[in-house]
């Protein structure tokens, strides 16, 4: 299956939801013709100080789909997030769909089970997810078919979602003045990573691209949708045909610079879970700290 055998003109209605605190943009995206929607990238919130969680990002996601009568048919994750954690099983208790990542979902998860010290119990195989997608297979929502996009480099398991004219990309593209995601976590490669841009910008020129961060450079205010011509035109890492030797280079000496996400540990542990926290032995929510080893 190609890109070139589905339809890449009907423009889905698209709902952002920007999450302050992670810089996240979520989304809801809908069919046009019909009722049917799926949820791109959801938050749920955590204090860190008080060790609270809570949902009221997701309650605003699951608020406005409840108010429109929509039918939630799709959760998607774009990759497992280092910086927020997912609300996926929140959301579908609420509202019911299927829980969508790519299936290098399986890599992550052996090289972090290892990282946290998860025992046997913890599932390496993916199975927390409904369904596993591969580089070029679709799923419908409504009467829209979605053709997916492996585009590893940021995470091995990063993948792009096509819905029609748009493309959210979840961190394999940010917007054209923030360039690309970081490549120095455990998988990632700054090759491989240039590699799956050149593959999104393959798309055709007007199509839509929506991120999944965004943290205003130079004071603007906070933007999550471009097009793939602006990204070839005027993106600063890959735009205007830079080669893939200036872009190593570059994402190379920039990720050396970069701290770790604040989120980071918490975030790992649940989203290669699909959203759900671990538990301790008496079935109490618990997360781990390994030390020195990030």
């Known amino acids: 299956m190609s890109e070139s055998s ?33 949820i791109i990238d959801s938050v749920m919130d955590i204090d860190m100080a008080s060790g609270r969680i809570t949902y ?7 608020a406005y789909i409840q108010d429109n009568d929509l039918d ?28 969508g990542v790519g299936e290098n979902i399986t890599v992550i998860q052996e090289v972090f089970g290892k990282f946290f010290n998860e025992g046997t119990e913890f599932q390496r195989d993916g199975s927390q997810f409904d369904r596993l997608f591969q580089d070029g297979d679709t799923y419908q929502i409504g009467e829209m078919t979605v053709f997916t996009m492996a585009t590893p480099g940021h995470t091995p398991a990063c ?18 003045d923030g360039g690309s995601a970081r490549c120095d976590f455990p998988g990632g490669s700054a090759e491989v990573l240039y590699t ?15 991120m999944c961060h965004d943290y205003g ?14 990204e070839k035109e005027h993106n600063i890492h890959v735009g205007r045909g830079k080669t893939k030797e ?41 997360l781990k700290i390994p030390l020195n080893r990030l």
């Open 72 to 99: 939630l048919q799709w959760i998607i994750e774009t990759h497992v997030h280092a910086d927020h954690l997912s609300a996926a099983p929140y959301i579908q208790e609420k509202l019911g769909g299927k829980m």
């Open 6 to 38: 589905v339809d890449l003109t009907t423009a889905p209605i698209v709902e952002a939801f920007f999450d302050a605190e992670t810089n996240t943009i979520s989304y809801v995206v809908k069919d046009p013709k019909t009722n049917a929607c799926a």
């Open 217 to 230: 450079p130079n004071g603007r205010d906070i933007q999550w949708e471009t097009t793939v011509g602006e």
């Open 196 to 210: 799956s841009i050149q593959k999104v910008l393959s798309l055709p020129d007007e199509t839509r691209l929506f």
């Open 159 to 176: 993948m792009v979602h096509v819905v029609g004219n748009a493309a959210f990309v979840g961190d394999t593209l940010f917007m054209p």
């Open 246 to 286: 200036e872009f190593v280079k570059f994402r190379t000496e920039r990720d050396a610079q970069l701290g770790m996400p604040k989120l980071i540990i918490p975030s790992l542990q649940v989203n290669m879970r699909a959203g759900e926290v671990p538990t301790d032995e008496d079935g109490n929510p618990i």
């Open 56 to 62: 009221t990002h997701a309650d605003t996601m699951i």
